[in-house]
C-alpha cells in the first residue's frame, strides 16, 4: 500500500488539475485592502500549543507556514456566486515557496512535512464561514484523533483536512453581497474576520453533540455531531437547527478520565 501511495496522490492531484481546467466554477481570486464595512465573525486561535509527544520545532515553523498561507488570503473577496478554494488560492506549499517542515497528519501518524501545521488557517475559516451565510461546498477531516483535548477551545470534529491539491476547503457565496476574508498572525494567536457588505439577518451558534468514546477490540473511536442553531438576529428567537457533519475518528491515544462505552461486534 505505501508503494501505491505516491501514485494514488499523482493520480488524484492530475484529476483534480484537469477539474480545475474544465470547471465553470467561478473561483474567488480578487484580494483588497480596505475592509468591508460590517464584521460578521472574528475568531484566534493559539498558535503555540503542546499536542501529546509533538516536538515543539514543529510547532514554531508551524508559525512561519502560517504567515506565507495568510498572506495569499488575506483581504480576498468572495462575491455573489463566487467559490473560495483553500487549495487554489494558497496553492501548493512548497520548499522554494519558503514553506518549512511543520507537523502533518498524515496515514494515522503527526510528523515532519513541508508545509506542516497550515491547515489550522483552514481550521479557522471553516469555524467562521460555519457563523456566516456562506454555504461550506467541500470539506475533510482527518480520518483519526492524534491528540488529546490539551486546552481545546471548538468543539472536536470542526477542523479539516488539506492536501494539495485534491483534499479541499471549498465555500460557496450563495447570499447578493460580497464577503471579505482577513487573516494574520499574531504574537501568540492566528487571528481572522469574516466581513461583508451588509449585515446578516441572521446569526448562528455551533456546538456538539453526542460525545462519546468507543471500544472496538482493542481499538478507541472517538464519535460526536456537530450542530448549528440559526437565530434571527432582530428577534433572538432560534429559526432552526442544523445537522453539520457526524464525526467517527480512529483515536491514536488511550483515552483516560472520560467514559467509554464497549462495543460488541
Sequence with gaps: MRVLYPLAVRYHRAAKRLE???SRTPYAGTRQVNDLPIRIKRHKSLLLRQLG????WMQHNKVTNLRLACAQVDGLVIRPGETFS??????NATRRKGYVKGMRLSNGQAKPGIGGGICQLANLLHWMVLHSPLTVTQRSTHSFDPFPDNGRVLPWGVGCSIVYNY?????RNDTDQAFQLRVDVGDRYLEGEIRAEADSAESYRVFAKEERFLRVGADYFRRNEI????????TGTPVRDELIRENVALVKY????????DVLL
Excluded: A, H, S, Y
Excluded at 509527544?53 to 515543539?56: A, D, I, Y
Excluded at 483553500?86 to 496553492?91: E, I, R, S, T
Excluded at 483534499?167 to 465555500?171: G, I, N, R, Y
Excluded at 488511550?254 to 462505552?261: E, K, N, T
Design 53 to 56: 509527544e509533538t516536538e515543539m
Design 227 to 234: 450542530w448549528r442553531t440559526v437565530i434571527d438576529r432582530r
Design 167 to 171: 483534499v479541499d476547503l471549498q465555500f
Design 20 to 22: 480545475w481546467m474544465t
Design 254 to 261: 488511550l483515552p483516560v478520565d472520560v467514559p467509554v462505552l
Design 86 to 91: 483553500f487549495n487554489k488560492v494558497v496553492g
